[in-house]
Structures are given as C-alpha cells and as structure tokens.
C-alpha cells in the first residue's frame, strides 16, 4: 500500500530524543529515513540505560523504527562527499546538533542550498537564532525549566517541578514535523527549500500557553479563581504551582480511591464540570447540594472545594479506581483513573488500536513501543524496527551509485 510521504527522501542527522521522535513520526508515513551516524558509536542512546548486554537500548530503539542507518564520518573529507551526494538526492535533512556544529562541519545553509535549492533543513535548538542563550546546549528538563513549564508545575510548598512528559524533546519534534510538511507543501508551490527551526523554549512555552494566559489574569486581577491558592491563600507576582488543579474553568483533583495506601497509583482524576454539577451531587449521594445556595454555582463552590474534595474521596473509599469510573461515567462527568505505565503497556485497547505495539528486533526478540498516535482512515502505519548501526551503510551507499569497489574502500570511512 502506498504510504503519503513515499518518495520523500529525509537525511537523519539526529540523536537523542528531540530530532529522531520527528524523524521517527515522518518515517512511520512513508518517508525513506536515512540516519546518518558516527562509524563505531552511532547515536548515544543506543548504548544510554542499556537492559540487555551490547544490544541496542529501549531508548534508542523506541525512537528509531522504520529507519535505515548509514555509517558515516561526516568531518573526514570522503565522507563529506558521500553526503554531499545524499545532499542533492534528498528532500529534507533534519539535525539537533549542539549550536553550530552543522556549519563547523562545512555544511552551513548557503553550503546545502548551492547543492540542493529545494533541499529543507530542519533542526532543533534549546533557544531560537539569536537569543541571549542561543550558544547553550540543551537536554529535555533545562527546556522544561526555560520554557515556563517547571515553575507552573507541582505544588506550591515544593520547588519547581519538571514533568515525566517529555515536553522539551519528543513536543519539539512534533513541532519539526509540522514545520517540515509545512515547507514541503510550500516547496510544492514555489518550487523552493527552507530552513525549518524550531527551539525547545519556543515548544514547551508553545503548551503553557494557558499559563501565561494566568499571567496576564493575574497581573489585572490579583488573583487566580481555579487556583488552590483561592480564596484561603496568597497570590505572588508570578502565576504559582497549582498542584493537580484543572488548568481551565472546570476545577478538578486527584482523589483517593481503595486501595491508595498500598498503591501509588490507586487514584482518579476527577473533573468538577459546571454543567455536571447535578449528576455528581446525585453520584455522591448529596442532591441537598444541588440547589444550596454554598453549592449551587462554581463561584459559590470554590471556597469549598477541598471540602467538596474530601466529601468525593469518602464515597471513592470502597471502590476501586475502575469501578469508580465505571460508576461515574454512567453520570456523564469526565474523569480518569490515574494508569500507571504497567497498567497502559498492558491495555487491551491500546494494543487494539496501534497505540501500543510490540516490534520485532533482531538483537532483542521483540519490544514495546507507542505508535502512531494519528490516526487515519486512509494509512494504518507500520511500526517496524529500528536499524542496528550501519545496517543499511552499503545499501545506501550503493543506491547513490558506488560501485562495490568503492564502497569497499569507503569502509576507511566508516572505521572508527
Ligand atoms: N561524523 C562526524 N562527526 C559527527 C557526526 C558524524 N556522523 N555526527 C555528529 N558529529 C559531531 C558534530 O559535528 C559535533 O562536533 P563538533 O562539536 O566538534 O563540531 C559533535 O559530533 C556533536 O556535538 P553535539 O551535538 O553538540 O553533541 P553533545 O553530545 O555535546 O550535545 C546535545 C548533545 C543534545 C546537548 C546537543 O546536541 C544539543 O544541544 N542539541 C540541540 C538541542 C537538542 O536537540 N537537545 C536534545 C534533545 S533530546
């Protein structure tokens, strides 16, 4: 079956999480993934939190499917050549290298347009051209620290607090992937390439949107209304941590179900939707709130919220988190149980549905992964295995015309 992105031709010069999650995505859709690594070591996570001894890592192999692996020492000059070819091959080369190693490699972007005007080059950086920390390498928590999203996140007696959500890396690449098929639809119309820069800052600000949203509430307000910290607290200059408050105009906590003493994950989310007011005073047994005046509105129930809280958590104390959402969602009132990562690698839907797949690998046997999660009717993507490094080097190679003969002498190249 023909996939969308057949015949699009992407140069992968990626590593660690940020760049390959896009290159990964693009992949998944039918892009022919070349990933260019270093000869002898390759991308640094496929030796990162290794499991088994000298097989390619989790890490590596869950950010890496359906991609080839071409050896190659871009900084030796045979090497230069071979992708300086790749270069006027390609549609797109995609690179999160620290700030200005592509040019100090000699492939600046004047460099790559005299090979290839129509060639899009994509990268990732921890901050945008020309901000004040636009020399500063960056990894996953200093993005979430930069961008807004630690000093928005976790309670407000505790420090800043980054999240297991990996904002900074995996966001950024969707956000490259967007910014790629972009400049391809626009390549379509003007016949020319791009650059295509997207800044792990820029991302993680991009999904704390609404919090600066509070900001500007709070500097014209004094005050935050779904915040914790209202009515009983004290509101500082900035937006402050609000715990597990909803971050819209429906409040909502983690409450206790049966069983949290023993499991960390004996929780569910419950979301205090205005319009479901009703039917949750009927779920918990309390139609005298309905109408109460101290009840009745979000206004009017905002002072006792926690009190409100408690009264749920009481009723969640002989139930499991699954038969409290089982209960509560036959009242319509959005809510969730808290999964843990055993609970979802485990989930009959998610593996029905493509969320969840396990991959064939030729050093580990098979692997879980997360999919695509777009879904389409028209592509169901398939998740195939990451390369081991240099798989592919002589394919590659050879589909660029060497003759095996030179690609026997290009192995110099590819030593380490
Ligand atoms: N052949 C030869 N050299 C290669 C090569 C290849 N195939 N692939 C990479 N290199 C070289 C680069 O040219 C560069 O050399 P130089 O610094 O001498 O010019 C070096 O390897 C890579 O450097 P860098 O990317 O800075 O690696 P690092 O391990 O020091 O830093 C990061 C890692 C992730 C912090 C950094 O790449 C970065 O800040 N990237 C941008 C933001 C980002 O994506 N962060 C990670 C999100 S998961």
């Given at each position: 079956?023909?996939?969308?992105?057949?015949?699009?031709?992407?140069?992968?010069?990626?590593?660690?999480q940020a760049?390959?999650?896009?290159?990964?995505?693009?992949?998944?859709?039918?892009?022919?993934?070349?990933?260019?690594?270093?000869?002898?070591?390759?991308?640094?996570?496929?030796?990162?939190?290794?499991?088994?001894?000298?097989?390619?890592?989790?890490?590596?192999?869950?950010?890496?499917?359906?991609?080839?692996?071409?050896?190659?020492?871009?900084?030796?000059?045979?090497?230069?050549?071979?992708?300086?070819?790749?270069?006027?091959?390609?549609?797109?080369?995609?690179?999160n290298?620290?700030?200005?190693?592509?040019?100090?490699?000699?492939?600046?972007?004047?460099?790559?347009?005299?090979?290839?005007?129509?060639?899009?080059?994509?990268?990732v950086k921890g901050f945008s051209?020309?901000?004040?920390?636009?020399?500063l390498k960056v990894y996953e928590n200093v993005a979430q620290c930069a961008g807004?999203a630690?000093?928005?996140?976790?309670?407000?007696?505790?420090?800043?607090?980054?999240?297991?959500?990996a904002l900074g890396d995996s966001n950024t690449g969707?956000h490259l992937?967007?910014?790629?098929?972009?400049?391809?639809?626009?390549?379509?119309?003007?016949?020319?390439?791009?650059?295509?820069?997207v800044s792990m800052q820029d991302s993680v600000l991009n999904?704390?949107?609404?919090?600066?949203?509070?900001?500007?509430?709070?500097?014209?307000?004094?005050?935050?209304?779904?915040?914790?910290?209202?009515?009983?607290?004290?509101?500082?200059?900035?937006?402050?941590?609000?715990?597990?408050?909803?971050?819209?105009?429906?409040?909502?906590?983690?409450?206790?179900?049966?069983?949290?003493?023993?499991?960390?994950?004996?929780?569910?989310?419950?979301?205090?939707?205005?319009?479901?007011?009703?039917?949750?005073?009927?779920?918990?047994?309390?139609?005298?709130?309905?109408?109460?005046?101290?009840?009745?509105?979000?206004?009017?129930?905002?002072?006792?919220?926690?009190?409100?809280?408690?009264?749920?958590?009481?009723?969640?104390?002989?139930?499991?988190?699954?038969?409290?959402?089982?209960?509560?969602?036959?009242?319509?009132?959005?809510?969730?149980?808290?999964?843990?990562?055993?609970?979802?690698?485990?989930?009959?839907?998610?593996?029905?549905?493509?969320?969840?797949?396990?991959?064939?690998?030729?050093?580990?046997?098979?692997?879980?992964?997360?999919?695509?999660?777009?879904?389409?009717?028209?592509?169901?993507?398939?998740?195939?295995?990451?390369?081991?490094?240099?798989?592919?080097?002589?394919?590659?190679?050879?589909?660029?015309?060497?003759?095996?003969?030179?690609?026997?002498?290009?192995?110099?190249?590819?030593?380490?």
């Amino acid at each position: 079956m023909s996939k969308p992105l057949d015949g699009i031709k992407i140069i992968d010069f990626t590593h660690v999480q940020a760049g390959p999650a896009c290159t990964q995505m693009l992949a998944w859709f039918g892009a022919d993934v070349i990933k260019v690594e270093r000869p002898g070591a390759g991308d640094v996570t496929r030796n990162q939190l290794r499991d088994i001894p000298n097989v390619d890592a989790l890490y590596f192999t869950m950010l890496n499917s359906n991609k080839r692996s071409l050896t190659l020492d871009t900084k030796k000059p045979e090497g230069k050549e071979v992708l300086e070819k790749l270069i006027r091959e390609s549609d797109v080369m995609v690179e999160n290298f620290g700030p200005g190693a592509l040019d100090r490699m000699g492939f600046t972007w004047e460099r790559i347009k005299e090979l290839n005007p129509k060639m899009i080059v994509a990268s990732v950086k921890g901050f945008s051209e020309g901000h004040h920390y636009g020399d500063l390498k960056v990894y996953e928590n200093v993005a979430q620290c930069a961008g807004g999203a630690a000093s928005t996140t976790g309670f407000w007696d505790g420090p800043p607090t980054v999240s297991a959500a990996a904002l900074g890396d995996s966001n950024t690449g969707m956000h490259l992937a967007i910014g790629i098929l972009t400049a391809l639809i626009s390549r379509d119309k003007t016949g020319k390439g791009q650059k295509v820069a997207v800044s792990m800052q820029d991302s993680v600000l991009n999904l704390c949107r609404v919090k600066l949203r509070d900001q500007q509430r709070l500097e014209r307000m004094g005050f935050l209304e779904e915040y914790p910290q209202y009515p009983h607290g004290t509101f500082g200059e900035a937006v402050p941590r609000g715990g597990n408050a909803g971050g819209g105009g429906q409040p909502g906590w983690v409450l206790k179900c049966k069983g949290w003493e023993t499991d960390p994950n004996a929780y569910i989310y419950f979301t205090v939707q205005d319009h479901a007011w009703e039917p949750i005073c009927r779920a918990l047994g309390k139609p005298e709130w309905i109408e109460h005046p101290d009840y009745a509105t979000p206004k009017a129930r905002q002072p006792h919220i926690f009190e409100i809280f408690k009264t749920i958590e009481a009723w969640l104390a002989d139930k499991t988190k699954f038969e409290a959402v089982d209960v509560l969602r036959t009242f319509d009132i959005p809510c969730s149980p808290v999964l843990s990562m055993k609970e979802l690698a485990n989930d009959p839907s998610l593996r029905a549905s493509g969320t969840i797949v396990e991959v064939p690998h030729k050093q580990r046997g098979s692997y879980l992964t997360v999919g695509s999660p777009i879904k389409f009717s028209d592509l169901k993507p398939e998740i195939k295995s990451s390369p081991l490094l240099g798989e592919h080097t002589d394919e590659v190679l050879a589909d660029l015309g060497y003759t095996p003969q030179q690609i026997a002498t290009l192995h110099e190249v590819r030593a380490v």
